[in-house]
């Protein structure tokens, strides 16, 4: 039998697979229902308002984003993911604010890099557009989230496959 605790770890990562698999509505109901039990997990209020995003409920999403960051500050996914909003709604200037925050608490994230150079080149800053794209290229050819420097067997492979052959 499950304990409580395994049943709501479970609801969570089955929330993740729901997300993951498309399904936001489901993602949306199991991300309410884990956070019933757990209000202050930060990630998965983020979770929730991508999810929400998804499924074109940005007001909602974008409050799911602030109140992750309630609980924590730094959490470079709710910047990037508010950044995300604000260029959609338009306000720019707001995205760069949001990105440049995300990148200034973990500057080796490539993502909101790379969402920063689109907002440069919409802006017409070219100069910035170009170095934001380089550094979210080289960033993910680091694949600096990998903690222990260790590919999984996947990536391995892939990385092996990409090389050029002589």
């Not at 498309?22 to 209000?39: F, I, K, R, T």
Request: charged residues 30%; contains cysteine.
């Amino acid at each position: 039998m499950m304990t409580k605790g395994e049943t709501v770890k479970s609801l969570y990562e089955q929330a993740l697979e729901y997300l993951e698999e498309g399904y936001y509505d489901e993602a949306a109901n199991a991300l309410q229902s884990y956070l019933n039990d757990n209000p202050t997990n930060a990630m998965a209020h983020n979770k929730l308002g991508v999810a929400l995003a998804k499924k074109k409920n940005r007001k909602e999403a974008k409050q799911c984003f602030e109140e992750a960051l309630k609980y924590d500050a730094h959490l470079v996914h709710a910047l990037n993911n508010l950044g995300n909003i604000a260029r959609e709604e338009g306000n720019l200037e707001r995205a760069v604010e949001y990105y440049q925050k995300a990148i200034h608490i973990d500057p080796d994230y490539s993502l909101p890099h790379n969402n920063l150079s689109v907002v440069y080149k919409q802006l017409h800053r070219y100069g910035d557009f170009i170095r934001e794209i380089k550094t979210a290229k080289r960033l993910e050819n680091r694949k600096v989230h990998n903690p222990k420097g260790r590919l999984d067997f996947t990536s391995w492979l892939k990385e092996l496959w990409s090389k050029p052959h002589k």
